[in-house]
C-alpha cells in the first residue's frame, strides 16, 4: 500500500467518520508526492504523522437560552492544529452541520493557506452547531456569550486569533469580543474581522471576495487575457460571495449568477448587488425576494436542482466563483461548466469543488484556483488586522488594500512558480500545496519534535 493510502487507513481508524477531513488531506498528499521522494528528510522527521494530527482539540458544550426561556444545547470546537510559523489563526463557523471531521478538514487546510500568504501565521479553525438563522439578535448574543465563557481560556493575541466564517460576521465578531473582554479583561487583538469603531481593520470585509478576484486577475494576466467584460458565475451571497462581485463589476467583469442554500439567482443583465446587499446584509433574508424587484431574473429552488449538482453551474460563463460551502460543486457540474466554455474557476470558498471535480478542471487544461490560494485574502487581511492592533495604528482603505493586492500576487506567483519547477506549469493545487507544505514543514523540523 502506498504512504498515502496507509495515512488515509490510520486516519480512518484514528479519526472516524471525518470525511471531510480525509478528502482534505488526500488533496494535501498527493500533489506532495514528488516533493517527498525529492526531499526523504520530511519522512524521516515524521512530517506527515504529526501534520495530520492537531496539536490541540478542544470540544465544548454551549448551553445557553432561548427566547422562550428554554435551555439549548451547542458543541463548541476549536481546533488548534499547527503553530509551526505563528500563532494559530483561522475563522468561527456557526453553521448546523458543524462537526469535528469539518472542523479538522478546514483547519488542516487553513495551515497550508495561511504558510502561502508568507505572513507569521499557523493554522487553526473553530464554530458550532449553531444555526443563526431565525434567531433574535438577543439569542444570537446569548449563543456568542456562551460560546466565548469558554473559549477566551484557549486563545489570546499571541496564541490563538479567530475570525469570522459562515454564520459568523461582524454582529458575531462584536458579541464575541465583548464577552473575551468582560472575562480577560483586556483589550486585545484577540479577534479579526473586527468593527472599524473598535479595531478592525479598513477591507477586512471585503478581502476574501476581492483577493479571490485578484487571484482571477492574475490567472487572466497569465492568459494574455483580463476581466473586462467576461461572464461570471458565483455562488453563495454571503461576505465572500457579495465582495468577489463588487470587485468584479470595479473591474468590468459581470457577475450573472448568486445563491444561497434555498436557490439560485440568475441574471442576465449583472446581478443587482446594491440589491443582494440590502436582502443578505441588512434583512438577513432571503435571495428569492430578489424576484419582487427583477421579474426578468431567473429563481431555481434548491428542490428543481439536478440530482447530480447544483444548477449555479449549468449556465454559460467565461469564469467560475464558487463561494458557499463545501463540495457545492461536483463532477457533473464540473463537466457542463467545461462545455459552455468555461475557462478559469476560481474558489473563494474552502474546498467547494469535489476531488473528482477538480480532476476534470486540471485535466481539462482550464485555470483553476483552489481556494486555499486564492481565497487566503481574507486571513491574510485579518494579519494585517492583528499588526495594526499591535502597533495600535491604524491604515486607510487603499493602504490595505494594495497590500492585498500584493499579497494575492505574491501567492499566485509563488504556486505558479512551484507548479513550473516539478514540471505541471498549470497545475496551482499541486503548486499552492506543495509551496505551503515546505514552508510549514522546514519550520517544523527546525523546531524540534514538538
Ligand atoms: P456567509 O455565511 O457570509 O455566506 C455563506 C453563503 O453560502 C450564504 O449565501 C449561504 O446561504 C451559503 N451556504 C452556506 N452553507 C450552505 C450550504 N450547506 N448549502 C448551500 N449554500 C450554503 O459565509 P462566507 O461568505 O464568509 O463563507 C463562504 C465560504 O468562504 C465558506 O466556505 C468559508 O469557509 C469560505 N471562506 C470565508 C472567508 C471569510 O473571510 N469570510 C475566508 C476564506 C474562506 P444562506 O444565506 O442560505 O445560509
Known sequence: MSYIKETIEKLKQTSPAQVEFYQAVEDVLESIEPLLEERPKYREHSIIERLVEPERQIMFRVPWMDDDGNIQVNKGYRIEFNSALGPYKGGLRFHPSVNAGIIKFLGFEQIFKNALTGLPIGGGKGGANFNPKGKSDAEIMRFCQSFMSELYRHIGPNTDVPAGDIGVGSREIG??????????????????????????????KEATGYGAVYFAQCMMDDK???LEGKRCLISGSGNVAIYAMEKLYDLGARPISCSDSSGTIYHEQGIDLDLVKRIKEEQKGRLEEYLETHNNAEYTPRDDYPKDGHSVWRYKADLAFPCATQNELTAKDAQSLLENGCKCIVEGANMPSTQAAVDLFIESGAAYGPGKAANAGGVATSQLEMVQNASMLRWDFDEVDEKLKGIMSNIYHDAKRTAEDFGHPSNLVLGANIAGFRKVADAMIEQGVV
Open 224 to 226: 494574455g487575457d483580463s
Open 175 to 204: 458579541y464575541l469580543f465583548g464577552q473575551y473582554k468582560r472575562l480577560a479583561n483586556r483589550f486585545d487583538g484577540v479577534l479579526t474581522g473586527k468593527s472599524l469603531l473598535w479595531g478592525g481593520s479598513h477591507a477586512r
